[in-house]
Structures are given as C-alpha cells and as structure tokens.
C-alpha cells in the first residue's frame, strides 16, 4: 500500500512535468514499453526486485531495454537511482499509464472469447460500448478456450458474462436447487 502511493506520487509529478514539456505522448509510449517489459518478464522482475543487484546495473538495464529514451523518463531514472527506488518504476509506470488514460478519457475493455474477434464483431461490441461511455476505448481480445462460446466483456470496472460456461454453471444451479 505504502510503495502504491509512492508510486503514484511519482507517476503523478511524471505527468505534470511531460506534459509541460508537452512530452507526455513520448513518455507514455516509454511507460508502455516498461510495463509491457515487467508483466511479460519474470526474470527482468527478479532482476529489480534482487537487493544484490547493484542500482547503476538496474539503471543500466532499463536504457538498454528503452532505445533513447525521452529527457523526461531520463530524469525520473535518475531521480529513482538517487532516491534508491529504482526498484519500483515498474509500479510507476503503470500508474503514469492509467493517470494517462483516465486524463484523456481513454477506457480499455477487455473481451474474452473463445476464439478471435472478428473485425466486424469488434466493431459491432464497440458501438455498443460508445452509447455507454462517450470518451475512447481500446478493445483487447483475450482468447479463451475454455468459455467454450460466447463472450466476457470487462469494461470500466463492470462485467458482463455471456459465455457458454457461465450458462451450463447458470443451468446447473438451477437444476440442484
């Protein structure tokens, strides 16, 4: 709780700086790459999370997965070297992504299918979604095997299960009760 916060202090001075130096498009694109880089890499985690692992190696890292990085990620590089939290610019970033979003009205939903979405569906389930939320969205189709059919759409904090495994699970507790 304590690091979120932190974390979120950073990413908040992060957004406000970029977006005086009218670089917050760059910075985000650079906060993408990182996030991206943490949740796909176990090893690139450990690496960070490892107390043995000197901060100038960390820092290191970080430039060598990040080609020319903006002045602004830059100096909150340098600026979490110093204040030795390098540790958390995995947290940060993804904390600057969702002030990012949220400032320019920017929503994800998330549909999970079963097999891939169509382009005509997609655009079809966007529609939808735009007489709810006014602002834009960007839809991620997660496949799914097992929901056997149908669809989950997971958007501003709501789901709604339209599955063929949410209908047998709906059917069955018919049937037992």
């Known amino acids: 709780m304590k690091n979120s916060l932190v974390a979120l202090r950073y990413s908040k001075a992060l957004i406000n700086y970029s977006e005086n130096k009218k670089a917050s498009k760059k910075v985000y694109e650079e906060m993408k790459v990182i996030s991206k880089i943490f949740s796909q890499n ?3 985690l450990n690496f960070f999370s490892n107390p043995v692992v000197s901060i100038k190696n960390k820092k290191n890292l970080i430039f060598k997965l990040i080609n020319n ?4 990620t830059t100096k909150l590089i340098d600026l979490l070297e110093k204040n030795k939290r390098l540790f958390m610019i995995s ?4 904390s600057f ?3 990012y979003k949220s400032k320019r009205g920017i929503s994800n939903a998330k549909i999970t299918t079963s097999v891939k979405l169509s382009k005509e569906l997609e655009n079809k389930i966007m529609e939808k979604l735009k007489n709810i939320y006014k602002g834009e969205i960007k839809i991620s189709n997660v496949i799914d095997p097992g929901i056997i059919g149908g669809f989950i759409i997971n958007f501003k904090g709501l789901q709604y299960d339209a599955s063929i495994k949410n209908q047998f699970k709906l059917l069955k ?3 037992v009760t």
Do not use: F, H, P
Request: hydrophobic letters at 30%.
């Open 97 to 99: 992504i969702d002030l």
């Open 173 to 175: 507790s018919q049937i």
């Open 42 to 44: 176990k090893k690139v």
């Open 69 to 72: 990085t903006s002045e602004e």
């Open 91 to 94: 947290e940060i970033s993804n």
